[in-house]
């Protein structure tokens, strides 16, 4: 017992310096995350890519968007994404102040898009031949389902400017990184490089 009291004390105390400096600890989910996201990109530079699959899993993406290796819209958190077969499901804590600069309040329509929300989406995605393709079929605020309409005016009023056209409710966009397919499984996606 007292080994173990030992060994835990200088592992607290390396935790709480390194948070101290503002350096967070990557779990091991990050790290295999990481590792893989750089080898797709590696492998993607290559001139005769492999083919070989790569699977990321629903642990590896969540730990890597929530430990910084995503840099998420100003008031966007706790972020989980599962999916099965050529769905995706996702939780967040959004505030609508942070993400807007408070811009919503000026305009009436746009009152649903204010203070801290609960998020939950679900949206079916597929890509092959190099293009993704996601449309999202409901999006709910504390569990209240928010009309499409009033989704897409957001979308196009304050996320396209800012993120392109691969953000919105019917999104259609080209892979990097010479990544031509991926199929989404249960809480796991397989990408392939040509």
Same mark, same amino acid.
């Given at each position: ?6 060994? %835990? ?57 929530? *430990?910084?290796?995503? =840099? ?11 999916? *099965? ?6 939780? %967040?804590?959004?505030?609508? =102040? ?38 999202? =079929? ?43 397919? %991926? ?12």
């Amino acid at each position: 017992m007292n080994l173990l009291r030992s060994l %835990a004390a200088p592992f607290l105390l390396v935790t709480l310096l390194l948070a101290a400096h503002g350096q967070q600890v990557k779990s091991r989910a990050y790290e295999s995350a990481e590792r893989k996201i750089t080898r797709i990109a590696e492998n993607g530079r290559s001139e005769h890519p492999s083919t070989r699959p790569t699977v990321l899993t629903a642990a590896e993406w969540n730990a890597y968007i929530n *430990q910084g290796g995503v =840099d998420l819209p100003e008031g966007v958190t706790k972020i989980s994404l599962t999916t *099965q077969p050529a769905i995706i499901h996702g939780d %967040a804590e959004v505030d609508f =102040d942070k993400l807007t600069a408070n811009r919503t309040r000026k305009n009436p329509l746009l009152q649903l898009f204010t203070g801290k929300h609960h998020v939950t989406a679900t949206a079916h995605a597929s890509a092959i031949h190099g293009i993704a393709t996601i449309q999202v =079929d409901t999006i709910a605020f504390d569990g209240v389902e928010i009309p499409r309409i009033a989704l897409e005016y957001f979308a196009g009023k304050y996320l396209r400017p800012k993120y392109g056209n691969a953000v919105g409710m019917d999104s259609v966009f080209r892979l990097k990184n010479r990544i031509d397919t %991926a199929v989404l499984g249960t809480d796991q996606v397989t990408l392939t490089q040509r």
